[in-house]
């Protein structure tokens, strides 16, 4: 994507909420639950300390992140929905 | 368990509530009290200051640790229910 | 433009809203939506930290950056609008 | 006690309050005054500050403080009521 | 002026509202914008910070700037009125 | 006396309220001024800052001091009322 | 006066305000402006900052500063009224 958030923000994008039910049965969308995991698209260069230096984000493009409930920014890129986050309030990271 | 903390968060699981007395009497959910106890799962690697030095945090996986009341945000994984607290926020650890 | 703005302030300028949709109707202004694109057109030296170094912005005049929905101040320089913007509320920039 | 409180927290056990006059007769327990002396119980290892230092407590086990007349967290141990309170918040402590 | 602004404050002397308009009808007072635009008279020494540096105002007697719409602190010397703002409050200076 | 603030904090004992005027006439105790005379009679070791150090408190046991006319923590020691005010609270101090 | 303020404390007495016209006339008290100008009486030594230093305050006794028109302490010494202002909240100072 031809975008590079600033400072320590996080682009993401939300997994597809689930609207089809394991027994094949159509969810309306209120019954969808909001969506918590999340791949990091995109990454700030970090956050600026006092005294200059740059703190990395966290977070590596590609990673599968838990999102808290409530909290980011919902942007359009290209016409797709995204979210940014900082890089502090993501609560964690699936990893292997 | 494939889930990391990022910063300082600590992820526990609580004891289960007790719902049964000690005379074998079934105990109805609203009288059971609220648990406070819980068992470290998995820490992150700890908050990040401003001179970039990463502060431990300190507890480790394994340890009973006492919560607070209230805070920490309720997460869920592969089907099963954690909480994430700051190392700040959890009062203390039970030791032998 | 003959303004200098201080300290980590970056003057921006929006992007027209579309007024016409591709198929060629014209739309009324309430349903133009808040252009949230902007030009950098001017930029501070930089936030002065505790220990009196400058941290320079983190945007450079010309970059296309995608500005937060609230916040900003209109000024009005030389009969045209312009925008500024704190350089840490600015969400990111468009790269090729 | 097998409880080791985190950070700069103090766990103390208040003293008893007088639940008898001086000449004999019986206080009910609303005239029973808060009790604000404490003997501490245990100590956590301090605070972190942003250096990393651990800043130690400024109380020992044993020693018999001031609490202040609000605040501090009831917590449990073995079926006995004891209370954190931060060191910072204990008023001072009772001297030989 | 014999009155020197202490620590980071700036006294400012507000550009004259246009009390007539380019046609040369009279404008009644409340017609009239509120100045924005004001010229420098007496800057402070500047803030002084944590480590007792003095950090200079950033901008110098008798250049032209752009001020908040809300803020600053009206203060009379010698019958005329002026502001006194803030260094940091400042919006940016006009510059050839 | 046998107590020892904490960290900054100052313990001191107010003078005593005027209860007669200089005609001698009997004031009633709502006549009577909040006094804010106080006489210093212990003293914390001082405050703890970022990097550790102790910062001593800036009265001494036996100097008189202003008090200001609110906060302050009440505290009863060996049945005698006194107050215990931060250091950085106490208005200043009564000099030869 | 013997009196020292505390910290960055500085003692100032309002200067009298104008209770007659220059036409010779009585005004009565609330006719009589709010007097920002006041002489420095006494200073305090200065705050102290987390590394210890002392920042001494940037006036001196015998000096003449402008007030805020809100804010200060009243304090009253042998019978004469005085204000206690922070030395960060005096806006300036007159000169020659």
């Given at each position: 994507i031809k975008f590079l958030p600033l400072f320590d923000r996080v682009l993401v994008e939300r997994l597809m909420a689930e609207t089809v039910t394991k027994g094949g049965i159509m969810l309306p969308e209120k019954s969808q639950g909001?969506?918590?995991?999340?791949?990091?698209?995109a990454v700030g260069p970090g956050a600026v300390n006092q005294v200059r230096n740059v703190t990395p984000v966290s977070v590596k493009v590609g990673e599968?992140?838990?999102?808290?409930?409530?909290?980011?920014?919902?942007?359009?890129?290209?016409?797709?929905?995204?979210?940014?986050?900082?890089?502090?309030?993501?609560?964690?990271?699936?990893?292997?």
């Amino acid at each position: 994507i031809k975008f590079l958030p600033l400072f320590d923000r996080v682009l993401v994008e939300r997994l597809m909420a689930e609207t089809v039910t394991k027994g094949g049965i159509m969810l309306p969308e209120k019954s969808q639950g909001k969506v918590l995991q999340a791949t990091v698209v995109a990454v700030g260069p970090g956050a600026v300390n006092q005294v200059r230096n740059v703190t990395p984000v966290s977070v590596k493009v590609g990673e599968k992140v838990l999102l808290p409930e409530y909290g980011g920014t919902k942007v359009t890129l290209e016409d797709k929905e995204y979210f940014l986050f900082r890089d502090g309030d993501i609560l964690g990271k699936y990893v292997e």
